[in-house]
Nanobody, 122 residues
């Protein structure tokens, strides 16, 4: 079974930047980032397929950029202009092509990483 390991979380002041990474134990067609803040539902942030076609949630559009290195089986999330509302545990999620990669629905069939905490202070 595929394993996903996130890294790069931490604490940053509002307006700052962080870069998250997710290393997969093997190739994954669709890779994505989800997040969950305390007391809130988990939400899809952004996803990308193996051809680098990406979808970005409106809440982070223009601030967050997803990318992947297929040679390294690694997913990235560059987060700029962070606000306290971005505070959450961020999860890397991957799934097979049969579930599509044009929406976050595929995550229901996906493999989840353990999560990495991002804290943005005012």
């Amino acid at each position: 079974q595929v394993r996903l390991v996130e890294s790069g979380g931490g604490s940053v002041q509002a307006g700052g930047s962080l870069r998250l990474s997710c290393v997969a134990s093997e190739y994954v067609y669709c890779m994505s980032w989800f997040r969950q803040a305390p007391g809130k539902e988990r939400e899809g942030v952004t996803l990308i397929n193996t051809y680098n076609s990406a979808t970005v949630a409106d809440s982070v559009k223009g601030r967050f950029t997803i990318s992947r290195d297929n040679d390294k089986n690694t997913l990235y999330l560059q987060m700029n202009s962070l606000t306290p509302d971005d505070t959450a545990t961020y999860y890397c999620v991957g799934w097979l092509s049969r579930y599509g990669c044009d929406s976050f629905r595929g995550a229901a069939f996906g493999i989840w990483g353990q999560g990495t905490q991002v804290t943005v202070t005012a």
